[in-house]
């Protein structure tokens, strides 16, 4: 069974920094690409970053670039952001999600999400 | 960046009526990479359709997705007390991948 764990999330000041994890099993892990998606309270979706299984291959949103690192290691089947400068905008569910090999670009497997609150 | 465009913003129907939900895109999405998503109140989003037609794995015959290019449907032919929540469409076209609003399903 797939399972999708984040952690990590809580309350920072703007400015501030906070690094989510995400642990995954029940899938083979390193050939999988991985994402974050957010939601800000009572909004839609928001795709913020990607990763390849490899971990070679990144992509963000215009929205973080420069501001989050997306990074994952697969001996530990984990995969992480690395939230900096946060911004009251930023203030979201962060979850992870997986992507199947068949079919890049959609998301099979979600966690069920870290509350990151960015306020004074 | 492709912007999805979902209407109405809320369907307030009863169970056993059908739903028809719409996704409209700002550029043709190409060989349909439209996917849906459901999603209830405190839970993770749920995929039901990808390649804007298949269902997937697990999920009912009574969802249904159609179109193509810029025009794409999310049909639930009969309304469960369970379906009643929030859906999304997302494209995975071109990077930005992106999602719609969302539309609201409420019991009427």
């Known amino acids: 069974e797939v399972q999708l764990s984040e952690s990590g999330g809580g309350l920072v000041q703007p400015g501030g920094s906070l690094r989510l994890s995400c642990a995954a099993s029940g899938f083979t892990f390193s050939t999988s690409a991985m994402s974050w998606v957010r939601q800000a309270p009572g909004k839609g979706l928001e795709w913020v970053s990607s990763?390849?299984?490899?971990?070679?291959?990144?992509y963000y949103a215009d929205s973080v670039k420069g501001r989050f690192t997306i990074s994952r290691d697969n001996s530990k089947n984990t995969m992480y952001l690395q939230l900096s400068s946060l911004r009251a905008e930023d203030t979201a569910v962060y979850y992870c999600?997986?992507?199947?090999?068949?079919?890049?670009?959609?998301?099979?497997?979600w966690g069920q999400g870290t509350l990151v609150t960015v306020s004074s | 960046e492709i912007v999805l465009t979902q209407s109405p913003g809320t369907l307030s129907l009863s169970p056993g009526e059908r739903a028809t939900l719409s996704c409209r895109a700002s550029q043709s999405v190409s060989s349909s990479y439209l996917a849906w998503y459901q999603q209830k109140p405190g839970q993770a989003p749920r995929l039901l359709i990808y390649g804007a037609s298949s269902r997937a794995t697990g999920i009912p015959d009574r969802f249904s997705g159609s179109g193509s290019g810029t025009d794409f449907t999310l049909t639930i032919s009969r309304l469960e007390p369970e379906d009643f929540a929030v859906y999304y469409c997302q494209q995975y076209d071109s990077s930005p991948r992106t999602f719609g609003g969302g539309t609201k399903v409420e019991i009427k």
């Open positions: 990763i390849s299984g490899s971990g070679h291959a990144t």
């Open positions: 999600a997986k992507e199947p090999v068949a079919v890049p670009g959609i998301f099979d497997y």
